[in-house]
């Protein structure tokens, strides 16, 4: 399960290929809902994250976290600021 921002769950599924000498992760389930929902278009970037927090039993469990930004018209140092997705709705 992964979080956005506002705490919603979604159930995505993921898994890594070697790729040369780089990892390329691959999302399979549940991806496209995200994907729909979010409005989430060609050239936005993904931010998946993980850590490590207390579970509920207090055993160590992960928390992972996804946001999409999306390259805004303001620019600073001429490069344009990523704006989060989840406010352009």
Known sequence: MAEDIW????????YT???GNRICPVFTTGWHEYVK??????GDQ??????????ADGEPAMRYMIRVTRPG?????????PLDVEYLA
């Open 37 to 42: 929902a979010k409005g989430v278009q060609a």
């Open 73 to 81: 018209p303001v620019t600073f140092n001429g490069k344009p600021v």
């Open 17 to 19: 290929r070697p790729n």
């Open 7 to 14: 705490g919603q769950q979604w159930p995505l599924r993921y």
């Open 46 to 55: 993904l931010i998946f994250s993980g850590r490590q927090v207390a579970g």
